[in-house]
T-cell receptor, first 111, second 110 residues
Framework: AQRVTQPEKLLSVFKGAPVELKCNYS??????LFWYVQYSRQRLQLLLRHISRESIKGFTADLNKGETSFHLKKPFAQEEDSAMYYC?????????????FGQGTELSVKP | DGGITQSPKYLFRKEGQNVTLSCEQN?????MYWYRQDPGQGLRLIYY???????QKGDIAEGYSVSREKKESFPLTVTSAQKNPTAFYLCATDRENTQYFGPGTRLTVL
């Protein structure tokens, strides 16, 4: 079954500390992986996708096909990073753009 | 933001009533989606439409219905058959495998 798992509901770190939001997936094939973010009182929006291999707001994520993981990392967390983060995947050929979302992880960065 | 609007922002419904949530977009995107967001469960796909006059069920379509008569509009009706309709509903469009979300409608059943 296709599934995205984010094991942490809440992750709390201090400003300047490294942060890693975990994402594991189950998919028979080669999916495309994404991280979406929802800041307080803002819309859910794309943060990054694995095929871009870019760093957005200091965040990076590497697709590990062997471990079927796509963890989101940032070396030094900032207070403005506090938000809800969702990992998501879509199947090859986009399959109509359908996304499968994880349960979400709330990141709280304390001063 | 803008581009995708959802109305109303808050909606209260009595049990047994059908309600319709509006989603309008001016991004000229073909694909549109409806998700339900519940705490601890992430986003779950209700219905999606890739073109006008066509739509498919998502993972939790029971108790919901949609229409896609215009490219710009994708309304969602929550029927009385939906057993637990209280939730936050998000509409989205898709372009080049990136989804763009509306501000959401919070539905509460009294």
């Amino acid at each position: 079954a296709q599934r995205v798992t984010q094991p942490e509901k809440l992750l709390s770190v201090f400003k300047g500390a490294p942060v890693e939001l975990k994402c594991n997936y189950s998919y028979s094939g080669s999916p495309e992986l994404f991280w979406y973010v929802q800041y307080s009182r803002q819309r859910l929006q794309l943060l990054l996708r694995h095929i871009s291999r870019e760093s957005i707001k200091g965040f990076t994520a590497d697709l590990n096909k062997g471990e079927t993981s796509f963890h989101l990392k940032k070396p030094f967390a900032q207070e403005e990073d506090s938000a809800m983060y969702y990992c998501a995947l879509s199947g090859p050929g986009n399959q109509g753009g359908k996304l499968i979302f994880g349960q979400g992880t709330e990141l709280s960065v304390k001063p | 933001d803008g581009g995708i609007t959802q109305s109303p922002k808050y909606l209260f419904r009595k049990e047994g009533q059908n309600v319709t949530l509006s989603c309008e977009q001016n991004l000229n995107h073909d694909a549109m989606y409806w998700y339900r967001q519940d705490p601890g469960q992430g986003l779950r796909l209700i219905y999606y439409s890739q073109i006008v006059n066509d739509f498919q069920k998502g993972d939790i379509a029971e108790g919901y219905s949609v229409s896609r008569e215009k490219k710009e509009s994708f309304p969602l009706t929550v029927t009385s058959a939906q057993k637990n309709p209280t939730a936050f509903y998000l509409c989205a469009t898709d372009r080049e495998n990136t989804q763009y979300f509306g501000p959401g409608t919070r539905l509460t059943v009294l």
